[in-house]
């Protein structure tokens, strides 16, 4: 790791996931068994789906030693505190962090130097978390290249409903429509797919589970947004219906400033 740490242990479900993480020189340990992969870490991060940071707790409360930090890399805040907090160890520091990269591939081998170069990581602590536990994970994210940010979990929950969540939903919801599709059409549609279509494709092929958990654990924040992308949504059925031109126009006009701000931002980058 670059001097960044001193020893890192992998634990996963597969022995292949595990072999993976070997050869690409990502393990200096490695083990099947959770208990043992977290005896002795100074920080405990986990990596898997949100459904199963409950299982997980409970596994490995036991065997966490006081002062570890025990930290993750998912995509909601609020349930993590909430599924977390109720079995953590006394004198061990919960410091939930959010890294906002990635692509829509999965596994120790879709992992790349550059990915988190740039790209935010934010970290919502509970309040009254130590202070040198926030900053030890913020120091973390730093030095792989991240730009940190610290937020309330529950306004992180908004914002990435806006941004990612429901983007992801929206997109599984066209390639899902265009499945329904008579089979010579849906064919058609493929082969002649443009930037738009190729671009909600690729947001589509992520992981199910993972995408499973991010809408059933922020569904507060998603059915919200949701409600409010529909109501947009018929905002623009009427328009398109009535012929109203500047209606439109001004729509366009406005979400092309959006995007221009996002290039801004230096956040266009495909891996997100």
Request: charged share 20%.
């Amino acid at each position: 790791m670059n001097g960044l740490v001193d020893f890192v242990s992998v634990t996963a479900k597969s022995q292949k996931s595990l072999d993976t993480a070997v050869s690409l020189g990502i393990a200096d340990s490695v083990t099947l068994n959770l208990d043992e992969a977290v005896k002795g870490a100074d920080i405990v991060m986990i990596c898997s789906p949100m459904s199963t940071y409950a299982g997980i707790m409970e596994s490995i409360a036991p065997n966490l030693k006081t002062g570890a930090i025990l930290t993750d890399v998912g995509s909601v805040k609020a349930s993590v505190i909430r599924d977390l907090s109720p079995k953590l160890p006394a004198g061990v520091h919960l410091v939930p962090a959010h890294p906002v990269a990635g692509t829509e591939h999965s596994g120790p081998e879709s992992g790349f130097a550059e990915l988190f170069e740039g790209r935010w990581c934010v970290i919502t602590p509970p309040t009254g978390t130590d202070q040198s536990a926030v900053n030890k994970i913020a120091d973390l994210w730093r030095a792989v290249g991240s730009n940190v940010e610290f937020m309330d979990p529950f306004h992180h929950d908004q914002v990435m409903a806006m941004t990612s969540h429901l983007p992801h939903l929206i997109a599984y919801t066209i390639v899902g429509t265009a499945t329904d599709l008579e089979k010579s059409l849906m064919n058609e549609v493929i082969k002649y797919s443009a930037g738009g279509f190729r671009d909600f494709t690729r947001i589509a092929a992520s992981d199910p589970t993972m995408w499973r958990d991010v809408m059933l654990n922020n569904k507060e924040a998603i059915l919200e947004m949701l409600q409010r992308f529909n109501e947009d949504l018929t905002a623009l059925q009427r328009a398109i219906r009535w012929d109203e031109y500047d209606t439109l126009y001004e729509f366009f006009l406005k979400t092309r400033s959006i995007r221009r701000g996002v290039i801004e931002a230096n956040q266009e980058k495909m891996y997100e």
